[in-house]
């Protein structure tokens, strides 16, 4: 089945770096837009970055100059290379990709459709 495999989270103090890893699997045609989104407790998932086909950026504004999202296409991979971490970057950090995918019918006919995949999350902790 489709799905998005992350790595890389942990416990970090005040000010250091991490890189998240987030690599996709299955019968990929191609990905579209790839995200990262986090979610602190008590607080609602929000936008970190996110990344177009063609390397367009967005970032939220409490990461902008520290957090950069980047994607290799060749290895269906996305990555989120945190610097200048802060005790309130302390969260569950969701990786998510928007996929074409190649769907067969019962005809045994194949197409490409465009499916919304989430990763599990992967826990990043800033403190000292």
């Known amino acids: 089945q489709m799905q998005l495999v992350e790595s890389g989270g942990g416990l970090v103090q005040p000010g250091g770096s991490l890189r998240l890893s987030c690599a996709a699997s299955g019968r990929i045609f191609s990905i579209n837009t790839m995200g990262w989104y986090r979610q602190a407790p008590g607080k609602e998932r929000e936008l970190v970055a996110r990344?177009?086909?063609?390397?367009?950026?967005n970032y939220a504004d409490s990461v902008k100059g520290r957090l950069t999202i980047s994607r290799d296409d060749a290895k269906n991979t996305g990555y989120l290379q945190m610097t200048s971490l802060k005790p309130e970057d302390t969260a569950v950090y969701y990786c998510?990709?928007?996929?074409?995918?190649?769907?067969?019918?019962?005809?045994?006919?194949?197409?490409?459709?465009?499916?919304?995949?989430w990763g599990q999350g992967t826990l990043v902790t800033v403190s000292s």
């Open positions: 998510n990709a928007e996929v074409l995918y190649i769907h067969t019918s019962w005809q045994d006919e194949r197409t490409l459709k465009y499916l919304e995949v």
């Open positions: 990344i177009s086909s063609s390397g367009d950026t």
